[in-house]
């Protein structure tokens, strides 16, 4: 699971961080070498916060009586004891092992006998000047966070920004139809759409287990000489919702290129954070938080969605967080009523229940082997029908 992003922990020797993850929490810090420690967020003597601890020398130091673990969780310095004693030799820290690609510091949180290879996705390996990365925090459980963003359907409405348009593909037939392909890393589904003048408007959404979704940015065809011809460069994007716990989730958002001739410009990608809602001004200073939250209705203008869009909320990622933070943090889905275009919904559910079986009778679940979706795209493009 991504645990924070890499430009949380800048320099060797820096500020410890705080991290909440799968209910637990954990301190992480680089070490002298660059490496990254990811340790329970007290100390095993006297339960002192480690937040505090000095970082120095390999290791984080306890500043309540100095003791000393390296990234592996190993006490590397005891120095309430005589110089005789082995005690140290027996001391650890709860310590999980952590992975640094992508921008992101990845951690795996289970039993280290089933620890799968690390992440591989091919934004992972596009250069730094071809991939963005950013962070916003949600108030509301994963599950239903995750399936905002494999619904296709509610982009014809929740983010309708030109009300009365026909212009936006998504507009012009707002009942896609869907289908949707299980596949050993979750799932891709296809969502067809009319798109008038004898087409197709196609969005290929991937799912990766457990909390990924993978789509493609919009890119406009025209005919040319009997070949499609893209008037801009395709771009992938796509979400990975964290568990903080039962209630809370880090949604770390993603933005590629995928031509390697077209770099994406750092100040490309925050117009279109911006555009989301998640733009360095629409967050509260000094936190991955957004100015417009549940505690002011996410500044609501009821004239602007009588007149100019849906909701009246700004921003697209804005629009989500008011929908699925609004349901409560855990939705009762015991009285929900789905129709044709929640297939990809439905088959994640039952994917999910799937791999708690799987996991119960001791086997691996879906995903764990890169090799399954290191290569896999999504798409979106209008083509002949």
């Known amino acids: 699971q991504p645990a924070l992003l890499s430009s949380e922990m800048p320099e060797p020797d820096g500020a410890p961080v705080r991290v909440r993850l799968l209910g637990e929490d954990l301190i992480a810090f680089r070490d002298t070498s660059g490496k ?22 390999g290791g984080l130091r306890c500043v309540y009586h100095g003791w000393k673990f390296d990234v592996n969780g190993d006490c590397t310095d005891l120095p309430t004891e005589p110089a005789s004693s082995k005690m140290k030799d027996h001391i650890k820290i709860a310590a999980y092992p952590t992975y640094e690609g992508g921008g992101l510091i990845w951690a795996y949180l289970g039993p280290k006998d089933k620890m799968p290879a690390p992440p591989n996705y091919e934004w992972m390996r596009a250069p730094e000047s071809h991939c963005r990365m950013s962070k916003t925090y949600e108030a509301c459980n994963w599950v239903q966070a995750l399936e905002g963003g494999l619904d296709t359907a509610h982009s014809s409405f929740a983010h309708n920004i030109a009300l009365g348009s026909r212009g936006n593909l998504r507009n012009y037939d707002t009942a896609p139809r869907l289908d949707v392909n299980v596949t050993d890393y979750g799932y891709n589904y296809v969502s067809t759409r009319e798109a008038g003048d004898n087409e197709k408007y196609i969005r290929v959404y991937q799912y990766i287990m457990p909390t990924q979704q993978m789509r493609g940015a919009a890119v406009k065809w025209a005919k040319n000489g009997g ?8 771009k992938l994007d ?8 039962d209630e809370n989730t880090w949604v770390y958002n993603w933005s590629c290129s995928i031509d390697a001739s077209l770099e994406y410009p750092p100040e490309e990608f925050e117009a279109f954070e911006h555009f989301a809602g998640r733009g360095k001004e629409d967050l509260i200073p000094g936190t991955y938080m957004s100015v417009r939250n549940k505690r002011n209705d996410y500044m609501i203008d009821r004239k602007i969605q009588k007149t100019k869009t849906y909701t009246g909320i700004t921003g697209v990622n804005t629009q989500d967080f008011a929908l699925q933070e609004g349901m409560g ?28 079986r799987e996991v119960e009778a001791g086997r691996a679940p879906r995903a764990t082997d890169p090799k399954g979706y290191r290569d896999i795209r999504a798409f979106d493009a209008v083509i002949a029908a």
């Open 36 to 57: 990254v420690g990811l340790v329970e967020a007290y100390c095993p003597h006297r339960r002192a916060p480690m937040f505090y601890g000095r970082n120095e020398e």
């Open 227 to 234: 070949k499609d011809d893209p008037h801009r460069v395709p």
């Open 238 to 245: 796509g979400h990975i919702w964290a568990p903080i716990d």
């Open 329 to 356: 943090p855990i939705v009762d889905r015991s009285q929900e009523f789905l129709g044709t275009t929640d297939k990809a919904i439905v088959t994640m559910r039952r994917l999910m229940l799937e791999a708690t």
